[in-house]
């Protein structure tokens, strides 16, 4: 059985997060400056059974595509052309950084770690991860 592997892809940097192999739980695993994304990709996938990418697709309110959008349109090319056989499905993310912020509240986190972009977006894909999970 393989890792389901999420991604809040974002042009500076992008969260990872990843689920156990029997696909109930859904953990951080890091963020990645974007530049870095598919090397760091190919070496996880080398070690790390990944049987599913997941990919957040950010949607503003009325239904219609972030601008963001065009620039994982451009990363999803070169992620398929890299990992042609890896499948990948992609999974609404609206809300999902307000929804980070507000968990670092919940569980206490000091003001000066809530301004961590980094850990933010590593958040962002674990809540990606649980919703395809838990759907």
Known sequence: MGRVLAL???TK??????SDELKMIASGLTTVKT???LNFLDKYFK??????????EP?????SASESEVYIQ??????????PEMPMKRVDERFTSKMAFQSMIDSGLKKKK???KALIDEISATIILQTYLYE
């Not at 070690?47 to 957040?56: A, D, K, N």
């Not at 451009?74 to 990992?83: A, C, G, N, R, W």
Request: charged share 40%.
């Open 13 to 18: 940097r992008t969260g990872i997060a990843v």
């Open 8 to 10: 809040d892809f974002g």
């Open 74 to 83: 451009e990363f999803l090319k070169v992620f398929t052309k890299k990992f």
């Open 47 to 56: 070690e790390e059974y990944v049987e599913l990418v997941l990919v957040g």
């Open 35 to 37: 530049p870095e994304l």
């Open 114 to 116: 809530r301004r961590d």
């Open 59 to 63: 949607k503003q309110k009325d239904d």
